[in-house]
């Protein structure tokens, strides 16, 4: 197959566009939503209690505690952990930026430590940043789905005296070692943001953790320190601490909470998908296919590859340009990694960060994390969803040998 690109004038492989994430939404979702409109009970209600303790069952963890959304569930773990000014920690600069401003919100300090080529956070990397500063926690990062090789980065912070956060914003359901996310450090935070494994229909995130000391105070910080979080309306309008208003809404919680019902079926289809392409990609040069060790259940939130330019002959913003035209949307993701990004090269300036009058910043700068740097220049995000069919898989793939055989023929 040579035929001419569609970015060149070509006929599209596809002329349905192959989503890049699609929404399911249920009739049980609708039909709570109505109810709830109904009752107009907003902000608190039997859905807030039953979504918290299926997704607590769910992950295998005491408490799950539902919050406004997945930043400020990372928020709130650093408060609750006691992370906050002059606490350093260490995570991945390979992210959404959520992961890291949520430690400079919290007033502490993001160290980067470089990533492997499957994107997660790299333990020698980790090991290098707490060799030059005394490192309170570390964050890590389930990319993409692909839980982080956790029997290593325990042994660090078991060496070294620190706590773990878990930003599980991509990872609902993946497994290390028999043991979902959420369940391997002091703390784990979710995102239930609409394109994620699963959805609250707005916002939406959850904390989970196994400690009573951190729920609680969890149950404050999430509600305005106010006691009635602990106590019932004997605590209405007590204030025992600094608390802010991040809630999960009832109507968010009755999605999350059906959602939830499905999330095994969900998941088996990613999975399902993701083993088609891999199929069918794993042969193509200078394309490498997401890895899923024996050990591990990846979900794929995202399904990314990164490829070889010189190899497949296209330079990766074409590739991704190229492929839109072919009806199929990839994406380019973190195309820029955090230590690149105009808000940590001047976080120094209190003019975008309050926080820099009271504290001392990396030169951010002066950082070179090579991978994290390549990864961000070679990755393609693939169209990844439940509602994915065969025939859309075979499109993907098609279009992609398309391109490929393209330039291979007329370079
Ligand atoms: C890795 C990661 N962490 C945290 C978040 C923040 O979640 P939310 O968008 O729900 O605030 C996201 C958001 O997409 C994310 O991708």
Known sequence: MSSKPAILGGKPVSDKKIRFVEITIGDEEKRAVEEIMESKQFVSGEYLEKFEKE?????????????????????????????????????????????????????????FADVNNDFNISPSSIREVIEKEKIDAITVVHMYGKPVEMNEIAEIAKENDLLIIEDAAHAHGAEYKGRKVGTLGDIAAFSLYPTKIIAAGGWGGVITTNSDEIAEKLKLLRAHGELRALMGSKG?????????????SHIEAAIAYYQLKRINKYIERRRKIARLLNERLSDIEGIKIPEENANEKHVYYIYAITIDEN????????FVEALNYEGIEARKGYHVPLHKQELFINIQDPAINHFAHINKYPEYSKLTLPMAEQLAKNTVWLPMHPNL???????????????????????
């Open 389 to 411: 069919s065969e025939e859309d898989v075979d499109k993907i793939v098609n279009a992609i040998i398309k391109l490929i055989s393209w330039k291979r023929k007329n370079n």
């Open 55 to 111: 997704f607590a069952r769910f992950i295998g963890t005491k408490y799950a505690l539902a919050v406004s959304n997945g930043t400020d569930a990372l928020f709130l773990s650093y408060l609750a952990l006691g992370l906050t000014f002059s606490k350093k920690i260490v995570t991945t600069p390979l992210t959404f930026v959520a992961s890291a401003s949520t430690i400079i919100q919290a007033g502490a300090i993001p160290y």
């Open 311 to 318: 190899k497949i002959g296209w330079d990766r913003d074409k």
């Open 236 to 248: 209405a309008y007590l204030y025992r601490r600094l608390g802010y208003n991040m809630r999960m």
